[in-house]
Every structure is written in C-alpha cells, then in structure tokens.
C-alpha cells in the first residue's frame, strides 16, 4: 500500500516525534509510506473562521500532493475530519473538482482508525508501561466515529492499562481560535478536563490530536501538576527509540 | 426582550465566577444530560426516529406557506380566530386589541418564548392589563425582574436559597426552606388567580394542520388551566411550529420529552382544539391563535433553513460545554446555547451578536443529540463566513488569517517562517519547555501555559533524515 503521510501543521511546529511515530507505525503495518514536502495545513483554521476562499485553495493544494496515493493518512482526528467531511462540502457545486476530491476524501484516514480496520496492525512496536487514560477529540469522534480503535490498539499492548476517566467525549476547550478568543472560557473548559484527568490518577493523558493535547498539557502545568504525561496516541503505540 | 447579546465575552467572564450559578449549572447537567442519557434508548431506532423527525419538519418548511393556510382554516373551522404578526410589536398590538375587544383586567400566561422576544408582560402592563406568569419557574422570575436563562428550566440559575429569600420578600410569609413548601406557597398564590383572569396566554408546541389544534406539553399542569379558565385563551406561537398530521406529532411527542428532560413523556399534553361549543361544559368562549414571523421567514429558502426545524427541546444548550459552563444569560437575548446562537444574530442582526457565531469549539455536541438532527455547527460556521463576507471581523483577526493563508499556499515561504519562529519559542520555552507569557496571545496564557515546540520542525528532522538515509546512515 502506498500512504502519504499528511502530518499536519502542528505537528511539524510542535512535536516532529509524532511524525515520525506515524511514519514508523505504518511501515510496522506493512506501508510504504512517502511525505509530499510542499503540504502545509489542511486549511481548517481558516474554514472554522469562515474563510471559504482559503480553504478551497488549500483543498486543490491537497488533491494535487496526494491524489497519486492508495491512502492518506494523518495523525488527527481533526484534520482527518476536515478532508473527510468538509473538503466534498466545499465544492458541492464544482462537479469537476467534487468528482476528484470526494474519492479521495473517503481514502484518507486518521491513524488509529488506518491501523486498526485498514492496515490491520496486529504487533504494536510500543514499549509504554503503566497507565493512560484517553481524551476522545471531538471531530474523530463526532464525525469519524474514532472512538473504539485506539482503544483496541492499546489493548494488544501487554503493558498498558486503561483507565477511563469521566466525560471522556466532553470537548476539552481547545476549538482552534476559540482558545485565544475566549480565552478564559477555554481555559475552564480545559480545567473541568484536567480535573477528569487528575481523578482518572494515570500515569499519562492520551489522545488524537495534538491541538487538544497542547491545551490539557498547558492546563495540567499551569495546574502545577508536572507529573501526568501528555502524549498522542502515535508516540504510545510507536517504538520511540531511534526516532527523532 | 431587550438584547444585550453585544456583551457576550465579558458576561461569559462574570458567569464563569459566578458561584451560585456554577453550581446550578453542574444540577442541570447531571437532571437534563444524565436524564436523556437514561431513557432515549427506549426508541429502540433513535437514528431513523430522529431521521423521520427532520423529514417532518423539512416537509412543513418546504411548503410552509400551504400548511399554514391549511392550518387556518382548519382552526377557523373549529371556532377559533388566526392572527397573522410579522413582528414582536404586531404580537403586542394583537394581544392588546383582543383584551380592549373582551374587557380583559388580568391575564393569566403559561411559559412562553415568543412572548420573551416580544416583550408582551411589558407591552401589556403599559395598556394596564395585569399579567401573571403561571409555570412555577416563569412566576419566580416575574417576582425577581430577570429573564430566562434556558427555554425549558427557564430559572435554572437560581438556587433554592435565593427563591427562598425572594419569596419571602415579595409574598411578605415567613421563608421557607423545602421545596415542597415553596411549591405549595406558590401555588396557594397562584391558583385564584387562575379563576380571576379574564385572559389566558400559552404558547404551543406544535400547531396540527389536519385538526387546527395547538398543542402544549407541559409538567405543571398550570397549562391547562390557563388554556381552559378564562374566558378568552390566547396561544401565541412560531409560524414553524406547525406539523401537518397528528401521526407526524406523534413522532416528535416521541423524541421532544426525552430530549428536552429525560421524560418519556411530559405529565400533561394537552390538544387544544376550537373553543367551547354550546355541547361542551368547559373551554374558552374565545380561542385566538398568533401566529408569529418576527424574523423567522427570512431562513425560508437559505442556507440557515435548518434552524427552522427546531423544536426548542433544549438539548443542545444541555449537551454544550460553552453553555454548562456560562449558563443562559450570558447569551444576551431570549435563546440561548447553540440554537441561541444561530437564532439570536439572525433574529437581532449579526452586528448586535457578533461574539455568539464564534462562541462555539464546533465540538459537534449539539448537533449529535439535536432530535430533528439541525447541523448546529455548519450552521455557526456559515455565519461565520458571513461575517467575514461583510467585513466584520476585528481587523488583527483578518490580517492574521490573511498572513496565514499566503503562507500555507507558499510551501517555502511556509518552511522557513515556521522553522524560525518555532526556533524562537523554543528558546523561549526554556528548560522547562514551557512558555508562561506569549504576547498576544494572553488568552491562552492567562489560564494555561503554552508547551513549547521541540525546537526544530518536522519537515527539517525529516529531510535531514532522509538525506542521511540516502547515504546509509541511520534515520534522524
Ligand atoms: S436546535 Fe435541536 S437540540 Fe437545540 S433546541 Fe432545537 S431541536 Fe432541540
């Protein structure tokens, strides 16, 4: 199977190890796996700021990197969603384009999803030990159903125990802009997550999607809890060493 | 109502230190979420249930001028009398005429919303017509000058406290404390004043086309008695609201209580059909129905026609992290949570409601548990694109986005920008990898940190690695 990787714009600012986890999990999965050097970002932030025009460009951006693939995949929940979902709505009344990028939307997928129920990665690499509990992101949840498959990912790994935490599917605050514009609303949002967190007593957060992470993590910290690890769900399921 | 939906920010910000109201907002949330979580899987097909829901109320919108008429003559028919209201002042004016019409002294209401966008209690009082609020919520309200904060438990931000105090301030009784108490007191209030009004005001639920009927779904059987005491009844409603047959009601009667407060069904639904014949022993001599635009045309044939399909459960307000966390009133107008926030710039304009479009992480809450399945979050976004259509977004906003879009559509420029200022922050981050301050973006950071980047991007680790790779050394 030929994958590009589309590893998203926080990704590459933030945390470059969960590309390369992504990268290592699907070559486990038997992939081949090739990164186009000219994507940038899926265009949501300015979709969800009602910038129609952008996101349209950027979906064209899109199609011609990765047309060429049997599958894209990506390391969000979110992202995935935003191609998935809303690039077809964007050009519902531009057949030519439409006709082009709706089969290319339903062969992206978010990475659990991917591994579990298209690659069917049965070995996981990963050598975490202890206990996590899982932050559902609200777009992999809500319009691409992720919910069972990182779950059933790290129930094949022996050293991990899951601790579900209350209101896992509550949204943790993060919405992009939201977290700036309304800052002091997102940051309750993203308290009333941390006290879950705090109660589920884990060794570390879980989830899909690194803009979510950051907001618990910055949370947890401003907390004063330095403790509880925060780490997407490529970085658990990953064998880390020798990545960057 | 008056609107003051322009605030939003800063009264989300009062809401959230808002003790009392915190607390109440947490009972609500664990009465309206954890009560639909209990019994809406008694509908063993929820999903073509509420399928079927949005056919029905998409069939109504299609052709709502037909079903109206229909509605009409059905109900003139049965003896009643149909008003048209383009808006809130029509609304008043009508109820007014009616009251001068029938020597009308004192009006008895049942809850309402319509009325909360017409400012009705107060139109009436100027004209010297009593009004008495009857639903125990509504009446308390009344007592305390305040509007709704949630179009079903419209006093959900009061605890029992202050109800408490507020009765024993306004009913001059000595305070009492239990419940069941406070209900009894309001009640010996209420109850004569039931027989005393001359005019009894409701709104509807739906409105059933094939019988002409309003019906009402309430708990507190104060509906009917205000629909069949006084003299005159007047049920005031959306011209939405109408469904063409009782087997499409049906439908809805399924989903609407579960919903709305986890019942599966609600203590009363009352069909109100025609008013007193010379064979019937009870009802109204006179059954007016007003059936109100006030804004709500304007959807018909639009991207936003959707929201019409509403059928004011409240679910979505329940279900909203933003709403669970600021209660109603921060929303400034009559509507609040998610459907507020569609309703209220459309029907008050964009640019009294600036904020509310954009108050929402699109988390998809609503729009999952929403009975007529109205797509919540699209609906946010496209006033979003409208707003940027008209210019009205704060200009830092736009340039930023603007910034933002050249560079995600010039690769290269893209790489190295984000390579330098990635570079920046992690300096910043320090050994702790943690940012406490980012100038402008305090909105973060006055409630969180800000996690530093790792330091170099990806793109830059991944071609460093692959051009290493090329020469047999290992990856990264
Ligand atoms: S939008 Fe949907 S969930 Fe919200 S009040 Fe209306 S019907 Fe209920």
């Not at chain 1, 077809?88 to 006709?99: E, H, T, Y």
């Not at chain 1, 990953?238 to 990545?243: H, N, P, R, T, W």
């Amino acid at each position: 199977m030929r994958v590009g990787l589309f590893f998203t714009c926080l990704v590459d600012a933030m945390r470059p190890r969960i590309g390369f986890a992504t990268i290592s999990l699907l070559e486990a999965a038997g992939c081949e796996v090739s990164v186009p050097q000219t994507q940038t970002c899926c265009g949501q932030p300015g979709y969800n700021s009602g910038d129609r025009k952008t996101s349209q460009a950027l979906a064209l951006k899109f199609l011609t990197e990765f047309e060429g693939f049997d599958y894209v995949v990506t390391p969000s929940g979110s992202c995935a969603s935003m191609i998935r979902v809303h690039y077809p709505k964007l050009f519902q009344d531009n057949p030519a384009v439409l006709a082009r990028i709706a089969p290319l939307s339903l062969r992206t997928y978010e990475l659990t999803d991917f591994l579990l129920n298209i690659a069917k990665l049965e070995n996981i690499p990963g050598q975490f030990r202890g206990s996590l509990t899982y932050h559902d992101s609200c777009s992999g949840l809500r319009d691409l159903g992720v919910q069972k498959q990182p779950r059933a990912l790290l129930a094949k790994m022996p050293g991990v125990a899951i601790q579900e935490m209350q209101e896992s599917t509550t949204c943790c605050g993060f919405g992009g802009a939201f977290s700036v514009k309304f800052g002091d609303l997102s940051a309750r949002m993203a308290d009333n997550k941390c006290t879950h967190i705090e109660a589920a007593g884990t060794d570390a957060i879980v989830g899909g999607d690194l803009g979510c992470l950051l907001n618990i993590e910055g949370r947890l910290r401003r907390r004063g809890n330095h403790k509880t690890q925060v780490l997407h769900i490529a970085e658990v399921l990953a064998d880390q060493e020798g990545d960057a | 109502m008056q609107v003051a939906s322009i605030h939003f920010k800063r009264n989300a910000t009062a809401k959230l230190n808002d003790e009392n109201l915190q607390q109440a907002l947490a009972r609500l949330q664990t009465r309206f979420v954890g009560g639909r979580a209990a019994v809406i899987g008694e509908i063993a097909e929820l999903e073509e249930t509420r399928t079927a829901a949005a056919a029905i109320r998409d069939r109504v919108l299609q052709n709502l001028d037909q079903w109206l008429s229909h509605f009409e003559q059905q109900a003139t028919a049965r003896g009643a009398t149909v008003h048209w209201a383009e808006s809130g002042a029509d609304v008043n004016r009508i109820v007014a005429e009616i009251a001068v019409r029938h020597d009308v002294r004192k009006a008895a209401k049942s809850k309402s919303m319509v009325s909360e966008e017409c400012g009705l209690n107060e139109a009436l009082e100027a004209q010297g017509i009593e009004v008495i609020e009857t639903d125990l919520g509504e009446y308390i309200l009344q007592l305390a000058h305040e509007a709704p904060s949630h179009i079903v438990a419209p006093v959900v931000h009061k605890n029992r406290e202050e109800i408490s105090d507020l009765f024993a301030e306004k009913h001059r009784l000595p305070r009492k404390t239990g419940i069941s108490e406070l209900c009894r007191e309001a009640r010996e209030i209420l109850r004569p004043q039931f027989l005393a009004a001359d005019m009894g005001i409701s709104g509807a639920n739906f409105l059933i086309a094939e019988t002409g009927s309003a019906l009402i779904v309430t708990n507190e059987g104060n509906g009917r008695l205000v629909t069949t005491l006084p003299r005159v009844h007047v049920a005031i409603t959306g011209i939405e609201k109408v469904v063409p047959t009782l087997e499409d009601v049906s439908t809805l009667l399924r989903l609407l209580p579960r919903s709305a407060t986890g019942q599966s069904i609600t203590n009363y639904v009352s069909i109100l059909t025609g008013n007193k014949g010379a064979a019937d022993h009870d009802g109204p001599e006179h059954f007016h129905i007003i059936l109100v635009d006030n804004g709500r045309s304007s959807l018909l044939g639009g991207e936003m026609q959707p929201m019409l399909r509403c059928i004011r459960c409240g679910a979505c307000m329940n279900h909203c992290p933003v709403y669970q966390n600021i209660g109603g009133h921060a929303y400034g107008w009559v509507y609040p949570g998610p459907m507020g926030s569609i309703l209220t710039p459309t029907f008050v304009g964009l640019e009294n409601a600036p904020d509310l479009p954009n108050a929402s992480t699109l988390c998809g809450a609503c729009a999952a548990v929403c009975p007529v399945k109205i797509p919540l979050p699209d609906l946010l976004r496209q006033l979003r694109e409208k707003q940027m259509a008209l210019g009205m977004k704060p200009w830092p906003e736009r340039a930023a986005l603007k910034l933002w879009s050249w560079l995600a559509l010039h690769p290269a420029a893209y790489a190295l920008t984000t390579k330098i200022a990635v570079r920046a922050l992690f300096l910043a981050g320090g050994t702790e990898g943690l940012l406490h301050r980012l100038p402008g973006a305090s909105g973060w950071t006055d409630g969180r940190d800000f996690p530093a980047p790792q330091g170099k991007t990806f793109r830059e680790r991944y071609n460093r690695a692959f051009r290493e790779n090329r020469h047999g050394e290992k990856r990264a």
